[in-house]
Nanobody, 129 residues
Framework: QAQLVESGGGLVQTGASLRLSCTAS????????MGWFHQAPGREREFLAA????????VYADSVKGRFSISRVNAENTMYLQMNSLKPEDTAVYYC??????????????????????WGKGTLVTVSS
């Protein structure tokens, strides 16, 4: 059974950095475009970043551009989100997701769970002020 598992969340102070990992199992996601989303309490799931299957192309939400960096290592079936200069408003559950047919630019418009083929269960990031 294919699944995505996020890790690396935690409690940090404003200005700190974290690196999230998304590890895939049960199948190879090497031909899937993938993305990171987050969801704060009482808010909709929000796109953060996406990466093409080849890792050549990336796209970011304006809110994280210049602070977050998405990458992947297909040989390890793992995707990463390096988060720098964290702010209290970054506090949320962070999800990784994969799509077998979307481009990174259409992934950037996903707002609901049925917009992607696979989702992880999320990892909580809390940024204290």
């Amino acid at each position: 059974q294919a699944q995505l598992v996020e890790s690396g969340g935690g409690l940090v102070q404003t200005g700190a950095s974290l690196r999230l990992s998304c590890t895939a199992s049960g199948r190879a996601f090497t031909t899937y475009a993938m993305g990171w989303f987050h969801q704060a309490p009482g808010r909709e799931r929000e796109f953060l970043a996406a990466i093409s299957w080849s890792a050549v192309s990336t796209v970011y939400a304006d809110s994280v551009k210049g602070r977050f960096s998405i990458s992947r290592v297909n040989a390890e079936n793992t995707m990463y989100l390096q988060m720098n200069s964290l702010k209290p408003e970054d506090t949320a559950v962070y999800y990784c997701a994969a799509s077998r047919d979307k481009t990174i630019h259409t992934i950037a418009r996903v707002t609901t769970q049925d917009g992607m083929h696979y989702w992880g269960k999320g990892t909580l990031v809390t940024v204290s002020s």
